[in-house]
């Protein structure tokens, strides 16, 4: 006799909002897997071009600023700290430089970029991809910028032996120059992608904490884009 099988998942619905697949077009719930019950990494073109259809679905409504985040810790950011809507930005996983390059063909003119520093600190010292394969760096980046922040060299060659940028950031806490050194970071963020893509990009960087850095125009563009969803 044929056998009917439902599969279902308790909260699914509301798990789903949490993911990727809204903006996929998928929704009511979570996607199951296959048969295998292997998760088959998307490909760099996919990805690509799902980051591409999100932008341009956006501009094609009329938006001409967005904001943008490599991922899950960004776009919590947006929401809960600056009380931004998805609809008002994008996610780009590791692809800074392709995204803003998206971004100028799309017809954006205005970019919010948030992140955390683990993640963002890599784009300060020009790496346009964050993927581990394309370079680290994280350390070698911190340092420089704690220097321009006032850091004695003794204080740079202590972050340069660390692992983690959670743990250098609780350390220029207590030296008290942790807010300038994600300025700074933030800053050379803004120039190297504005000289690059021009797009008028603002850049918040914020830390495990809730520390948090930002260009002198950060504060101003997330209320432009707070009141553009109002």
Do not use: W
């Not at 990727?20 to 292997?38: H, Q, Y």
């Not at 600056?82 to 970019?111: A, K, W």
């Not at 994600?182 to 008028?200: G, H």
């Not at 830390?207 to 850095?213: H, Q, R």
């Amino acid at each position: 006799l044929p056998v009917t099988v439902t599969v279902s998942i308790p909260g699914g619905e509301e798990l789903a909002k949490k993911t990727f697949n809204p903006r996929l077009g998928i929704e009511g719930g979570l996607s199951i897997l296959g048969t295998t019950g292997i998760v088959r990494p998307m490909s760099e073109d996919a990805l690509l071009a799902t980051i591409r259809l999100d932008i341009r679905v956006k501009a094609a409504g009329g938006q001409k600023i967005l904001a943008v985040a490599p991922g899950n810790y960004g776009a919590d950011f947006l929401k809960k700290r600056l009380g931004l809507d998805p609809e008002q930005f994008v996610t780009c996983s590791n692809y800074v430089g392709e995204t803003f390059r998206m971004f100028t063909e799309e017809g954006i003119r205005q970019v919010l970029f948030a992140g955390h520093m683990g993640k963002l600190i890599k784009v300060a010292g020009g790496i346009l991809n964050t993927h581990s394969k394309y370079g680290d760096h994280r350390m070698e980046i911190t340092a420089d910028c704690a220097r321009e922040a006032g850091a004695p060299k003794e204080l740079q060659e202590t972050l340069l032996a660390m692992n983690t940028t959670d743990e250098a950031a609780e350390t220029l806490r207590k030296q008290e120059i942790l807010e300038r050194t994600l300025e700074i970071a933030a800053e050379k963020i803004q120039t190297i992608l504005e000289d690059r893509y021009r797009v008028d990009t603002e850049v918040i960087i914020f830390t495990g904490s809730g520390d948090v850095g930002m260009t002198a125009g950060a504060n101003d563009l997330a209320d432009k884009l707070s009141q553009r969803q109002s």
